[in-house]
């Protein structure tokens, strides 16, 4: 019979999900620290693109060809 090897794991937790008797995905402790850290940065790219595009200031609605009337002085 085929021996199991044991195998270091993070630390005292995981999680094992079945479908019947067949093992699909372990998830330790490490899955969650990135998933967290992809999550924060995530949130920092986000907010530095809003503060990017409400610093740009919006067009106005004349096109640039339209020269306004001088006033004239006589």
């Known amino acids: 019979m085929n021996q199991v090897k044991k195998t270091v794991q993070d ?3 995981s999680v094992h999900i079945y479908n019947g ?3 699909l995905v372990t998830l330790y402790p490490s899955h969650a620290w990135v998933f967290l850290l ?4 995530s ?6 693109g809003v503060r990017l595009s409400t610093g740009i200031p ?3 609605g004349r096109s640039p060809t339209q020269i ?4 004239q002085v006589d």
């Open 68 to 71: 306004t009337p001088a006033s």
């Open 43 to 48: 949130a920092l790219l986000v907010l530095g």
């Open 11 to 13: 630390s005292g937790w």
């Open 21 to 23: 008797r067949r093992l």
């Open 38 to 41: 992809g999550a924060f940065l």
């Open 58 to 60: 919006k067009p106005s």
